[in-house]
C-alpha cells in the first residue's frame, strides 16, 4: 500500500517570516502564507474573491536562512507534509495544523509575482493579501506553527 503527505502552496506572505529558537537550540522559521482564488458568481455574474491563510513551519537551515531575507507580501511556493500540533491554552485543548517543510525534503521557492487577471477578479493566485489571524506562539512546541 502506497502512501503520501505531501502539500504544495503558492500564495503571497501574509507578514515578514517569524525566526525562533527552540528551547533546546534550534532555529526554526515560521511563516503565513495567504492563497486568494476568484470565481464568476453564476447568479450576478460578478467575479468573487476570497483568501485563507495558512501557517508553515521548518527546521531545516538552509529554508530559515532563505526565510530571514524575505519580506511581507513575497510570491512563494511552498512544498512539504501536512501536520498538527496541540496545546493546552488557558486549559484548553487546542489543535494548530499546517504545512511543515522537513530537513532535505521541504521547498520553499520565492517567485516572480503574478500578472493580474484583465477580467476584474484577478488571477487565480494573484491579488492582495489578507493580515488577519497570526497570535502569538509557544516556541517550546514540536512543530512551531
Keep these: 500500500m502506497y502512501n503520501r503527505n505531501k502539500a504544495e502552496l503558492i500564495g503571497f506572505l501574509a507578514e515578514k517570516p517569524t525566526i525562533g529558537t527552540t528551547g533546546g537550540g534550534i532555529k526554526f522559521a ?3 502564507i495567504v492563497t486568494n482564488r476568484s470565481w ?3 447568479d450576478t455574474g460578478d467575479w468573487k474573491e476570497a ?3 495558512h501557517r508553515v513551519a521548518t527546521f531545516d537551515p538552509y529554508i530559515v536562512e532563505r526565510c530571514e531575507k524575505l519580506d511581507k507580501g513575497a510570491y512563494v511556493l511552498v512544498s512539504g507534509e501536512l501536520r498538527n500540533s496541540k496545546r493546552d491554552v488557558n486549559g484548553e ?3 494548530f495544523y499546517g504545512i511543515f517543510l522537513p530537513n532535505k525534503v521541504g521547498e520553499l521557492r520565492v517567485l ?3 500578472k493580474r487577471n484583465e477580467q476584474g477578479g484577478g ?4 491579488g492582495g493579501y489578507d493580515n488577519n489571524g497570526g497570535g502569538s506562539y509557544d516556541q517550546d ?3 512551531p506553527f
Design 123 to 126: 488571477s487565480e493566485t494573484g
Design 30 to 32: 515560521r511563516l503565513r
Design 93 to 95: 485543548t487546542q489543535y
Design 141 to 143: 512546541d514540536e512543530i
Design 40 to 42: 464568476k458568481d453564476r
Design 112 to 114: 516572480d509575482r503574478p
Design 51 to 53: 483568501s485563507e491563510g
